[in-house]
């Protein structure tokens, strides 16, 4: 089987290599133009990538009262804009390539959502996916109404009730066969066969019936990132893709295991998931000069932007922590894992908060020829990885040279495949257009009907 590949990408400046947006050739520092987005979807395509994968956020990072002047100098994820609207205007520039986008259930009801991706799913004629998220920030969680970020395990819970809402009125609603559009006997839809859904819960009460008719996949593709153990259980549960940023392929085949057993026991296939590694690349003809371009790529990293980001490098109050100082001096409730482990590594002298810099920089990268490229990608196949989540450097560069170099390389191997299969974005990966029986969405089906 080939490796699936994704374009991972923010409608921002900054999204994860933060600072390639100061150099002269990025692209990116002008992602407000939608022309420069309408440009890179069709090299995806082209270049036969699955899908754009956006990542979304609701509010800035660090503390909920902290300073965020390094946010907004490093355009760290602000300014950033809808990526759902800019959807549209990729769907209707493309014709094979998915369309991912991350939306949080706090965001906007479920009625609202469901009809949003509807829309884009008829749009875009089957190719949206849905990266479901229940949201890490306090300020993103003061923007939506509330007093602060509701406890991690409860809003899991309510992830649970947000999208079984989705899947109502996405798969029961509307039986097959009630839009007829019939000119003759001037029956646009049958109303005996679109049902009301009376949802009343403990956080949602919908009436439905939904508004748009269904879409060629009804319920859109589904991705889910959560690491925790609740955000593994959601994922088995309701995932389709898993979009995982585990240290090496030893780590990423462990996690992946343990998510496809508890699919099984949720009552799916192990197959029923598919598992994308995050990963960057430096691509050179020789193995030399993939170096120089990896060391051109570094003098303009922002270690001070991958700290904050991480929520490593400020201080509670959101003030950012020098580069000289100690990590015993660091106070976080981000990965403490992390920290003690870099404690551990460095004995010849006290490790400081540089070094973490340097460690975040060098996560999940390759570098090297298309050859060496391919090699580490095998690696990662069996190991267990299904696709890629290819993280850029600089746009468009990041993903032409790739798919100039790397992906011929790879299609030779069987690593990547020759051409688009038709159908939805479901049917390219799966084979299906819709969920299969055994997702909890298609327990909806047929749910609604009624005598009328």
């Known amino acids: ?25 990025s692209g990116q520092v002008d992602f407000e133009d939608v022309g420069f987005w309408i440009d890179l979807a069709k090299r995806l395509e082209a270049g036969r990538f699955d899908a754009i994968f956006f990542a979304d956020v609701s509010g800035l990072y660090g503390p909920g009262d902290g300073d965020y002047e390094v946010y907004a100098r490093h355009g760290l994820q602000i300014p950033s804009n809808d990526p759902a609207v800019l959807l549209s205007a990729l769907a209707v520039n493309t014709e094979h390539l998915g ?18 991706i509807s829309t884009l799913d008829h749009i875009s004629k089957g190719r949206i996916a849905w990266n479901i998220v229940t949201g890490t920030q306090e300020n993103g969680a003061r923007n939506l109404g509330l007093p602060g970020l509701i406890p991690h395990d409860e809003r899991y819970r309510r992830a649970e009730e947000y999208v079984d809402v989705a899947y109502q009125l996405w798969e029961g609603s509307w039986d097959d066969g009630a839009l007829l559009k019939d000119r003759e006997r001037g029956i646009y839809a049958d109303a005996s066969k679109i049902h009301k859904i009376r949802h009343k819960g ?25 690491a925790s153990d609740a955000g593994r259980a959601f ?6 893709a898993v979009f995982i940023a585990a240290p090496s392929p030893e780590v990423a085949a462990e996690g992946i295991a343990d998510t496809r057993r508890l ?74 894992g992390i920290l003690e482990w870099l404690r551990r590594s460095i004995t010849d002298r006290e490790p400081v ?14 570098v090297g020829t298309p050859e060496q490229i391919a090699d580490g990608l095998q690696v990662w196949k069996d190991a267990g990885v299904d696709g890629i989540n290819v993280v850029n450097w600089r746009l468009p560069s990041s993903y ?15 690593l990547a495949k020759e051409e688009y299969a038709e159908g939805s974005l479901r049917r390219k990966l799966f084979g299906a257009d819709l969920v299969n029986d055994r997702h909890p969405a298609a327990r909806h089906r047929g749910a609604f009907k009624e005598a009328r």
């Open 353 to 366: 908060v540089a070094d973490l810099a340097a460690i975040l920089a060098k996560r999940a990268r390759i």
């Open 202 to 226: 403990e956080y949602y009460s919908v009436e439905g019936p939904h508004l748009p008719s269904p879409s060629a996949q009804r319920t859109p593709l589904l991705f889910q990132a959560g």
């Open 235 to 240: 994922a088995a549960r309701h995932a389709e």
């Open 263 to 336: 699919a099984v026991e949720a009552g799916r296939l192990a197959s029923d998931i598919k598992f994308f590694q995050g990963i960057s690349f430096v691509v050179g003809s020789t193995e030399e000069e993939a170096r120089r371009k990896e060391a051109d790529l570094e003098e303009y990293i922002s270690a001070e932007g991958l700290l904050a980001h991480m929520n490593f490098g400020t201080r509670p109050d959101g003030t950012v922590y020098p580069p000289e100082t100690p990590l015993a001096a660091v106070e976080t409730e981000a990965s403490k």
């Open 1 to 25: 089987m080939t490796l699936h590949f994704n374009a991972f990408v923010m409608n921002t400046a900054s999204h994860i290599q933060h600072g390639q947006w100061r150099h002269p050739d």
């Open 99 to 116: 369309l991912a986008y991350t939306s949080g259930i706090l965001q906007m009801p479920p009625f609202t959502f469901a009809r949003q």
């Open 400 to 414: 032409q040279e790739f798919i100039d170099h790397v992906m011929p390389v790879l299609r030779k191997r069987g």
